[in-house]
C-alpha cells in the first residue's frame, strides 16, 4: 500500500494483520460499541464490529532519505507478554525488499516510541548476537523516550525489549537522540505526543504544499477518534493520551492532510460533535 504527501512516498509493509482479538489492547472497544460507529465499516471493522488493525512499518522516502518508521516485533525475540510474538521467524525483511526496500537501501530508523511492536526489527540474532538489521542507518530515538525506557524499565518484558531491541543499537554506536520536536529533514518534523508512552512522537510531514501526519500510536484504531477516553491499555499515561489525542486530532481535523496510524490505514480526520471521525481514503 502506498500513499504520497507531494514528492514523499510512504510505502506500508506489513508484518502481522488482525481482526478481533484486540480487547486485551482496547478493552472497551466492544462490538456492539464498534457497530454505533458506521464509519468504522468496512475499513477498519468488520460488520460484527470487530476491529481490522495490523503491526507494520511506513517507509518514508524523501527527495534525499529512505526512512523505515517503527519496526515492528521481529523475529526470535524471547521474553514477551504475548506468546505468539516470541520466537517468531516471519519474512518480513524478504516483503520488505520485495517492495523495493532491501534493508540496506535504508539510511534512517525512525522510532516514535520504544514499545515492543515497534522496535523488533531494529536488531536481528546473527550468531548468537544482537546487530543492527539496518546497518547503513543511523537509528533515531527521542531522548525522553529513550532515557525513560533505560532508567526506568521495571516489567520483565520491557527489559527484554530494551535489551535485544535497543540497546544493542545504542552499543553498536548508530543511536542518536534527538528532541520530541526535531527536524529531521526538509520535509520531516517531529511533533511531541506524549500519553502512551513518556516520549511518543508523531511525524509532520510536508511537501510541495501538502501534508501528511503519521500518528504513532497515539491512537491504536480510528475508534478511538469518536471515543478520546478509550485508552489502550499499553498507555503509560491513560490521563494524558486522551489529552494529547485531542489535541492532535483538533489540529489536523476537517484538513487535507493525510493520516496514517500505527496501527491502521490512511484517511482524514473529520469533526463530529464533541469528538471526530476518520474517513478512510476510496
Not at 493520516?259 to 491502521?264: D, L, P, R, S
Amino acid at each position: 500500500m502506498q500513499w504520497k504527501v507531494g514528492r514523499v512516498k510512504i510505502t506500508k509493509v506489513v508484518e502481522l494483520e488482525t481482526l478481533g482479538h484486540t480487547r486485551f489492547i482496547l478493552p472497551l472497544a466492544t462490538n456492539e460499541e464498534i457497530q454505533k460507529l458506521p464509519w468504522l465499516i468496512p475499513h477498519f471493522a468488520n460488520e460484527e464490529g470487530r476491529l481490522k488493525m495490523s503491526i507494520h512499518s511506513l517507509v518514508v522516502e524523501t527527495p534525499t532519505r529512505r526512512i523505515i518508521v517503527d519496526t515492528g516485533l521481529g523475529n526470535d525475540k524471547q521474553g514477551r507478554n504475548v506468546p505468539t510474538w516470541n520466537n517468531r521467524k516471519d519474512p518480513f525483511l524478504d516483503r520488505l525488499t520485495a517492495a523495493g526496500f532491501p534493508p540496506d537501501s535504508i539510511d534512517t530508523v525512525l522510532c516514535t516510541h520504544l514499545h515492543v511492536d515497534h522496535v523488533g526489527w531494529n536488531t536481528s540474532l546473527v550468531d548468537g548476537r544482537w546487530v543492527p538489521t539496518f546497518r547503513n542507518a543511523r537509528y533515531v530515538f527521542g531522548k525522553t523516550e529513550y532515557e525513560h525506557w533505560r532508567d526506568h524499565s521495571e516489567e520483565p518484558a520491557h527489559i527484554a525489549v530494551f535489551n535485544d531491541s535497543v540497546k544493542p543499537i545504542a552499543d553498536a554506536g548508530k543511536a542518536d537522540l534527538v528532541a520530541s520536536d526535531a527536524k529531521l529533514a526538509d520535509e520531516i518534523t517531529l511533533i511531541p505526543t506524549p500519553g502512551h508512552s513518556p516520549g511518543h512522537m508523531s511525524i509532520h510531514i510536508r511537501s510541495d504544499g501538502e501534508e501528511g501526519l503519521l500518528t504513532g500510536d497515539v491512537a491504536h484504531h480510528p475508534c478511538q477518534m469518536a471515543h478520546l477516553d478509550w485508552s489502550s491499555t499499553a498507555d503509560s499515561d491513560p490521563t494524558q493520551s486522551p489529552a494529547t489525542r485531542r489535541e492532535l486530532f483538533s489540529r489536523f481535523a476537517d484538513t487535507p492532510v493525510l493520516v496514517i496510524g500505527g496501527h491502521f490505514n490512511a484517511g482524514h480526520i473529520r469533526r463530529e460533535g464533541d469528538a471526530f471521525k476518520f474517513i478512510a481514503l476510496a
